[in-house]
């Protein structure tokens, strides 16, 4: 379950509930700046930075002075912010936190909490993970067998308590009165407190949190759980987002369609079609190229077999045509006794060889064609390759050919 912060900490810093809009600031001074690689480690005397991974939620964002905040990072009681700019020793800064962020981050949080609920009061699941993140959020529950059926009605529920914008209290309770609430869960954590932190939806549901939440359901807007899977072969992952990053999700997958009937020339109403009407046209024009390749294929093997070049009891066969091909056919002349193949690809700048015989490597080879040429590449003896940095041309290639074959004429076999 979530990590709950000590409330007393929560109280002594000042963490208030947010209520969006603009910034939260104040002044307070620098106690220690130092730089750590790009950015710079930052005290400050009065800190009400919330720190990121407390509570399972984001952390706050904002400014020093003119240095933007980049992590909040709560080490052996003490909150250290990572900031881009350096910034002076012993003088006060007016120090800027983002409500907008704080707002965003309590409508996911609270969204969580509901979320959650929804799934244990519908199917008995319980939550037994939650990460907030920059763009989406998950649960992780404690089954395996979850559909979308399933999904849908914890959705329809939550958002019907979203919308009866029932009122979210804070509430601070002694430790040994926990059991007159309906908890979730009492973590060995919150064991250790004396006084607990609870977020208590209304009648629907109170669990202790240390984190950010709004003042009622309805600030929520709406929660949609966009996509599920199974993780760590015991549970089930969802994703999820609530308020403003539904519009902004929204308006992704307006984007997307737009350019869909852009590219499909399709209306609203059979865009569907014509998409599945153009994979279909794809898999038939896939089965018309392999076909076409593999007639290609047998017809250019059978050419190569009836007019190779012979030296020192060595057919050398050559062939220049698109990558994927002339990898096919090295993988056949490979397996030839006493033979070698030389492929090239003049758009890629890609040169392939194979050798069958013990005398000489395909390694060997493709470092005869880098004393002439610069390129990249390597391999073993039975096969290697090379991508050559200048632009292959029909002479080139006739270079190549020509020096490997004299390469081969002079060695003693």
Known sequence: MLNIEDSSQVKKRGFFEPKGGGFMRYTTKVLKCRRIGDSYSVELEKCEFYPDGAG????????????????????NGRTILKVDKELESNKEYTVEISENRRFDIAQ?????????????????LQTV????????????????????SMVEKAEDLSNEIIWKDLTVEIIFEDFENLEKYDL????????KLEKVRLVKIGDFDVNACGGFHVESTGQIGL???????????????????????????????????????????????????????????????????????????????????????VINDIKVYTYSSTTELIEVLASIFQKKE???????????????????N?????????????????GKGGGSKKRANVVLQKKLTIEDIEKIVNDILDFIKQQHF
């Open 56 to 75: 399972g939620q984001l952390g706050d964002r904002g400014k020093v002075g003119k240095s933007n905040v980049l992590e909040v990072i709560r080490e």
């Open 108 to 124: 996911q949080h609270t969204a969580q909490h509901i979320l959650s609920r929804a799934f244990e009061n519908l199917f008995n």
């Open 129 to 148: 993970g939650f990460h907030m993140g920059e763009e989406i959020s998950t649960i992780d529950l404690n089954t395996l067998s979850i559909d979308w």
């Open 184 to 191: 979730r869960k009492i973590s060995e954590k919150i064991k």
């Open 223 to 309: 929660v949609k759980v966009i996509h599920f899977e199974k993780v760590k072969g015991k549970y089930t992952r969802l994703e999820y987002i609530a308020g403003k990053r539904i519009l902004n999700y929204i308006r992704t997958l307006e984007g997307r369609e737009r350019k869909l009937f852009e590219i499909t020339k399709a209306s609203k109403d059979d865009l569907i079609t014509k998409v599945q009407k153009l994979l279909d046209n794809s898999k038939d024009q896939k089965k018309k190229i392999t076909y076409l390749v593999e007639d290609l294929k047998k017809k250019v093997i059978l050419e190569l077999e009836n007019d190779p070049i």
């Open 338 to 356: 006493k033979s070698i193949f030389l492929g090239f690809d003049l758009f890629k700048n890609f040169v392939i060889i194979t050798c069958n």
């Open 358 to 374: 013990d005398e000489l490597g395909a390694n060997d080879l493709i470092k005869e064609i880098l004393k002439n040429f610069e």
